[in-house]
Nanobody, 115 residues
Framework: QMQLVESGGGLVQPGGSLRLSCAAS????????MGWYRQAPGKLRELVAT???????NYADSVKGRFTISRDAAKTTLYLQMNSLKPEDTAVYYC????WGHGYWGQGTQVTVSL
């Protein structure tokens, strides 16, 4: 089993920045991929960014050039640096880890972009 705990969400003004963190614990050996997803009220959960075990990254078009996904050397803490935030980035952000085809989710952290 693996547990994921997100942190770093909050209220920020448009144009501001936030850094989300996701700490993985438990059976973290050989994680294949990790990623950030978000879900706004009344909308489906959507992919924001992913990073594979070979460090290849992928971003949703809506966040390219503004968000950066990274992880620590131990590959057990995932980060999402979010710059130039927009009101439409408001959502609950979830961390996901994939291992041998099984997905593990965190509980989510709220990000609100508003004046």
């Amino acid at each position: 089993q693996m547990q994921l705990v997100e942190s770093g969400g909050g209220l920020v003004q448009p144009g501001g920045s936030l850094r989300l963190s996701c700490a993985a614990s438990g059976d973290t050996f050989n994680i294949n991929a990790m990623g950030w997803y978000r879900q706004a009220p009344g909308k489906l959960r959507e992919l924001v960014a992913t990073i594979l075990s070979n460090s290849n990254t992928n971003y949703a078009d809506s966040v390219k050039g503004r968000f950066t996904i990274s992880r620590d050397a131990a590959k057990t803490t995932l980060y999402l640096q979010m710059n130039s935030l927009k009101p439409e980035d408001t959502a609950v952000y979830y961390c996901k880890a994939t291992k041998w085809g099984h997905g593990y989710w965190g509980q989510g952290t709220q990000v609100t972009v508003s004046l």
